[in-house]
């Protein structure tokens, strides 16, 4: 009984952490534009895909190409934008230090509050399209 008890009390934790991190997910999508969204999105496809190399700087420009082949459109100035605001968010690392004309790849400049983000979106859209 009291194996059972300790059971449903943590699948009540469980589920209210799993809320609290929904809320917080949500609170970050609303900040963010859908430009802002389809170039994280871009992100995650890279990610996912493994087209990145990791602990390589490469020019800025030749990111925001890559970025832009992935959503259809290089306009570099709208991308760069983007860039800046996932910045501040703390959603994309930002460009190196030593040279800031450069970005390490690591990740695909994904932060690990990115990744998670990007995860429970796509979970929550293959949820929705069930």
């Known amino acids: 009984m009291n ?3 300790n059971e449903t009390a ?3 934790e469980m589920r209210r952490n799993s809320l609290a991190s929904e809320r917080n997910y949500q609170q970050i999508a609303k900040k963010l534009t859908s430009g802002q969204l389809l170039y994280l999105r871009a992100c ?3 990610y996912k895909n493994g087209d990145f190399s990791p602990g390589q700087a490469v020019p800025m ?3 925001l ?3 832009g082949r992935q959503l259809g459109h290089e306009v570099l100035g709208l991308l760069e934008q983007d860039d800046k605001v996932l910045v501040e ?3 994309v690392n930002p460009r190196n230090l030593i040279d800031p004309n450069n970005v390490l790849e690591n990740d695909a400049r994904l932060t690990p509050l990115a990744i998670a983000f990007c ?3 796509e979970i929550y859209r293959l949820e929705f399209s069930s």
């Open 65 to 67: 190409r890559k970025i």
């Open 44 to 46: 995650y496809v890279i």
């Open 89 to 91: 968010y703390g959603l």
């Open 10 to 12: 943590f699948s009540r």
């Open 119 to 121: 995860r429970n979106m």
């Open 61 to 63: 420009k030749d990111w």
């Open 3 to 5: 194996a059972q008890t």
